[in-house]
Structures are given as structure tokens and as C-alpha cells.
């Protein structure tokens, strides 16, 4: 929530996304510990998703980007889908849907590009390649109507022709779609909490946990929800064990 922080740091979502947090989430802890000499690791790494849905029929859709292409599995993660849709050339990416499955994403600021009757239409409204969306369709469908995805592995379960007009076109693009991120990264520290300074060396008395700390997620592509729970519980418990004994080593001075 700092947007200083946020431009230096995460310069590529500045003025692109929703931040997810609350307002004291502004990166005193983080600042408090590099004031006392710990190194902060990771602060240009974040986690930031594009949630299309629900409603969930919303998933039979597929991605494509500007040229016309799926670049990813509907049915993946929502992080994942959002961090391969945000670097698509130009940030360009529509969720593609027909009339069975088509729905309003339940978040505001989903936008719908365009509607008509027919793909080559609907190509042609978008100003995607000539064929390109045809012939990722006829692909897709064709596939689906086996069950199977064997280029992008979307599971059995979410798989369907789309193939009944009329056609949409979600806006899911990169700064015009309500993308929502938060920052990863922080100080270096030992997973008993320790923090660390540039040399690797433990400052004295210095401590962190949860998102202070830079913890296991270290990438857009390898958070997963409820990590940053994980970060504050368990690493903050052995931080606390930790201090407890070193203050017991060196008593309450």
C-alpha cells in the first residue's frame, strides 16, 4: 500500500493493479528492519491474479491473446493464470465464451469487448489475425469433443466445444481488467527468524516473520493461496521460540 515502495520495487503493476491489503500494509516492518542492517531479498516479486470468475462456467472459456492464440489452461490456478496473462504481448488477452457457459465475472471492471454471431466475426471485431481465432477454435473443439486438451492440459472436466452463438469476448487484458497483486519478498532470514544482513551475518536481537519477510513464496509463479498464513504461523513461531531463547541466554537486558 506504499506507492513509492510499489513504483521502485513493482514498477511493471504501478497504475495496473488493485492492491490486495489492508491501509497499514505500507512497508514500515520492512523498513524498520533494513534501518537496523537486514537485507532485504525478492521486492520485485509479488503475487497478482485476474479473476475471471466466478461464475464458475466462466472456466469452460478459453484464453487468448492478441494473436489470437491460448497461451495457458483455463482451469489453472488463478495466480498462475493471472502472472501468464499479464506478460502476453501488449498485455492483449480476451476470455473467450459462447452463450451456454457466458456469465458476468461476480468482481466489477470485467468488461465484455465484443459479441457476435459468428467466430470470424468476432475475430474480426477484436482486430485479431486473420484465421487466428478460427483455427485456435476449430483446435480447441475439436479436442473437446474427445475430452482432451493435449497442448495446454485443461482437465476433462471443464472441457466443452464452444461452439454455440452467440460468441463473447471477455476484456481480460493486462491494465484494463481488474488485476489485484501484492508484494512478496522482504528481509533474508533464517526459517527461525533471524534476520540477515547483506554478508549473511544474524543481526543481533532482530527478528521477522509473515509478509516482513521475504518466506517461501518468492515468485508470481510459485504463491499459492494461504501462503502468506503459513509465513506469519509457523515462521512466526519458531521467531518467537527463537527470541524467547535468546532472551533467556542473555537475560532481559
Known amino acids: 500500500m506504499n506507492e513509492v515502495m510499489v513504483q521502485r520495487h513493482l514498477s511493471r503493476l504501478a497504475g495496473r493493479m488493485i492492491p490486495i491489503g489492508n491501509p497499514n500494509d505500507d512497508g514500515i516492518g520492512l523498513r524498520l528492519g533494513l534501518s537496523a542492517r537486514g537485507a ?18 466462466l472456466t469452460f472459456g478459453i ?96 472441457l466443452r466445444p464452444i461452439s454455440d452463438p452467440p460468441f463473447a469476448a471477455i476484456e481480460c487484458s493486462f491494465g484494463k481488467a481488474p488485476y489485484m497483486a501484492f508484494s512478496l519478498g522482504g528481509l533474508w532470514t533464517r526459517p527461525t527468524g533471524e534476520v540477515l544482513t547483506e554478508d549473511a551475518e544474524v543481526v543481533g536481537g532482530l527478528y521477522a516473520a509473515g509478509r516482513s519477510c521475504c518466506g517461501v513464496s518468492r515468485s508470481a509463479e510459485g504463491y499459492v493461496s494461504g501462503t502468506s498464513i503459513g509465513d506469519a504461523t509457523f515462521f512466526g513461531r519458531m521467531a518467537g521460540r527463537a527470541a524467547a531463547e535468546r532472551r533467556s541466554a542473555f537475560g532481559p537486558d
Open 40 to 57: 532485504g531479498i525478492h521486492l520485485g516479486e509479488y503475487h497478482i491474479t485476474v479473476p475471471f470468475y466466478p461464475p464458475e462456467s
Open 63 to 158: 484464453m487468448v491473446n492478441g494473436q489470437g492464440q491460448r497461451f495457458i489452461a483455463e482451469d489453472a490456478y488463478h495466480g498462475r493464470i493471472g502472472e501468464n496473462a499479464s506478460r502476453q504481448p501488449m498485455g492483449t488477452v480476451y476470455l473467450i465464451v459462447d452463450e451456454p457457459i457466458f456469465g458476468r465475472p461476480i468482481i466489477d471492471g470485467f468488461e465484455i469487448a465484443a459479441v457476435e454471431n459468428s467466430i470470424v466475426d468476432l475475430e474480426r471485431a477484436l482486430d485479431l489475425p486473420t484465421d487466428s481465432l478460427q483455427r485456435t477454435l476449430e483446435l480447441y473443439n475439436r479436442n473437446a469433443e474427445r475430452g482432451e486438451d493435449p497442448i495446454l492440459h485443461k482437465q476433462p472436466p471443464w
